[in-house]
C-alpha cells in the first residue's frame, strides 16, 4: 500500500475530508477459500487546494490490482464498443488525417477496444497493458500490445524502436496511475512535436453534482477536473487546448493536449474552468457537503433496502462494477440484502464479490427468474440495460437506483 501525506501532483501538504472505511480491491473478485486472505486498505479522499487535484490518500500497489486475473473486460458493453469507434473516428479525422504513416499509441488498451479500429486500418499502434489477461486477448487480435507500466523508461524505449506518436491515447486509465507527473513526462517524450495526446476519464464535475461515490475506488487515485488536469500538464510543457464532456461512466471528460504553444486553445477550456468555478470545484466546502451528501445517500439506499413493500421480496444486484464495491462496502449491504449479482462477465461469474462477498451470478440466472427488485450497480449504462431488460419490468420487476438519488422505478 502506498500512502500519502502530500500531493501526488504537486507536493503540498493534503489531508482527507472524509473516508469511506475499509476496502477491498474493487475488482478483487473472490473465493470463498480466499476470504481469509483478502486485502483491505483505507479509502479516503483529499481534495489538494493548491493545485485543485482530487486524490485518494491510500492505493494499494499497482500489482494488486492490475495482474494477470484481471476481471474488467472493457468490451462487455455494446454502448462502450460504439463509444471507442467514435473516440478512434475522431482522432483519425481531427489528428490523423493527412498524416504519413502515423503511429498511435494507447495507455492502458485493455482488450483492444479501440485499437481494433487503427489495427484494422493499418495503421501503426502499439497497446501498453500491463494486465496480461486482457493484453492476451488484444494480441489474439493482431493487435500490437506490451504488457508494461508506462513511464518516462518505457517512452525511451518505444521512440527508439517506433519512433515518436502522433497521438497517444488513453482511456479510463490515466486517472489509475499514481506518478501523474512520471506519465505526464513520459507522454512529452514520446509525442511528436505536432502530436496529442488525448485521454478521458470520470469527472469529477459529474461526481459532485450526482453524488455519485461509487466513482471512488482503488483504481482510481485521481477523479480530475478540467482545472487540475491543466495544471498538472501545464507542468510537463503540455497545453490543454480541448474539452469534450462525455457520458460514460456516469459522466467523464474527453481532455486533448498538445505541446504548450503548438495549437490553438479551444473556447471549450475557458468555458469549463468557469464552469467548474461556478460550480465550486476549487472550494474545501464542496467536498464536505459531498459528504454529507454520501452520507445522505447511504442512510437513504440501506432504509430502502430494508423496508422494501413487500414480505420476503427477491433483491438481486445488476453488475458487478468495480463501483459496486465502494457502494456495497461503503454502506454495508450484505448477502442478506441482495441475494446475489448478476453479471455478463465469466471471470466474475461464481466469485463472490469483493469485501461483501455477495455471490456473482451469470445473465442467465437474472433472466431464469426474475427478482421483485434490481439493484441497478452498472448504473452507468442505465440507458442500454433499460432498453434491453423491457421482458423484466413487464414481469412486474422493479429497479433500486442511487444516483443521483435514490429511488425505485419501473
Ligand atoms: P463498468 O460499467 O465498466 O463499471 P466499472 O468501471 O465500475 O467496473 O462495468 C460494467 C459491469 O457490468 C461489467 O462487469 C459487465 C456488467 N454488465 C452486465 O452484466 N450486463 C450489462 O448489460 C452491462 C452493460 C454490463
Ligand atoms: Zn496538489
Redesign the pocket.
Request: hydrophobic share 20%; glycine share 4%.
Given at each position: 500500500m502506498v500512502a500519502v501525506s502530500r500531493c501526488r501532483v504537486c507536493d503540498a501538504p493534503i489531508d482527507a475530508f472524509m473516508s469511506f472505511g475499509r476496502m477491498p480491491i474493487a475488482n478483487g473478485f473472490l473465493t470463498a477459500n480466499e476470504i481469509p486472505n483478502e486485502y483491505f486498505f483505507e479509502l479516503a479522499p483529499a481534495f489538494c487546494g493548491a493545485c485543485g487535484m482530487f486524490q485518494i490518500m491510500e492505493q494499494p500497489e499497482p500489482e494488486k490490482m492490475f495482474h494477470e486475473q484481471y476481471a474488467?473486460f472493457s468490451s462487455?458493453?455494446r454502448h462502450m464498443q460504439a463509444h471507442f469507434e467514435g473516440f478512434a473516428n475522431a482522432v483519425l479525422g481531427r489528428v490523423l488525417a493527412g498524416r504519413a504513416d502515423p503511429f498511435v499509441v494507447e495507455l492502458g488498451s485493455n482488450d483492444g477496444i479501440m485499437l481494433r479500429h487503427f489495427q484494422r486500418r493499418g495503421i501503426r499502434h502499439l497497446g501498453i497493458e500491463p494486465s496480461i489477461n486482457v493484453a492476451d486477448v488484444a494480441r489474439g487480435h493482431g493487435i500490437n500490445t506490451i504488457s508494461e507500466f508506462f513511464g518516462r523508461k518505457l517512452a525511451d524505449d518505444i521512440v527508439a524502436e517506433h519512433g515518436h506518436a502522433d497521438a497517444i491515447l488513453a482511456a479510463n486509465v490515466m486517472c489509475h496511475i499514481p506518478d501523474l507527473p512520471g506519465v505526464a513526462a513520459g507522454v512529452q517524450r514520446l509525442l511528436k512535436p505536432d502530436g496529442v495526446f488525448i485521454f478521458e476519464d470520470p469527472y469529477l464535475g459529474d461526481m459532485i453534482a450526482k453524488t455519485s461515490y461509487d466513482q471512488i475506488y482503488d483504481e482510481h487515485v485521481f477523479i480530475f477536473s478540467v482545472n487540475s488536469v491543466a495544471r498538472a500538464f501545464a507542468m510537463h510543457g503540455l497545453e490543454l487546448i480541448d474539452v469534450m464532456p462525455q457520458t460514460t461512466?456516469g459522466g467523464s471528460m474527453r481532455y486533448m493536449l498538445a505541446p504548450k504553444g503548438s495549437r490553438a486553445v479551444s473556447a471549450a477550456v475557458g468555458d469549463a474552468l468557469a464552469k467548474e468555478r461556478a460550480q465550486g470545484l476549487d472550494q474545501g466546502g464542496t467536498y464536505l457537503r459531498f459528504k454529507q451528501n454520501c452520507e445522505a445517500s447511504r442512510g437513504l439506499l440501506m432504509r430502502t433496502l430494508e423496508k422494501l413493500p413487500g414480505k420476503g421480496k427477491r433483491v438481486v444486484g445488476y453488475?458487478?462494477?468495480?463501483?459496486s464495491t465502494t457502494v456495497t462496502n461503503y454502506c454495508g449491504i450484505t448477502p442478506d440484502h441482495v441475494e446475489f449479482i448478476?453479471?455478463?462477465?465469466p471471470i466474475?461469474q461464481g466469485k463472490l464479490s469483493p469485501g461483501a462477498h455477495i455471490p456473482v451470478r451469470p445473465?442467465t440466472e437474472f433472466t431464469r427468474q426474475y427478482p421483485d427488485y434490481a439493484l441497478l450497480f452498472?448504473w452507468?449504462?442505465a440507458t442500454?440495460?433499460r432498453e434491453?431488460e423491457s421482458a423484466f419490468i413487464a414481469a412486474g420487476g422493479q429497479w433500486i437506483v442511487y444516483v443521483p438519488e435514490v429511488k425505485i422505478v419501473s
Open positions: 474488467f462487455t458493453s461512466h453488475g458487478a462494477t468495480s463501483k448478476s453479471d455478463t462477465t466474475k445473465y452498472a452507468n449504462h442500454e440495460i434491453k
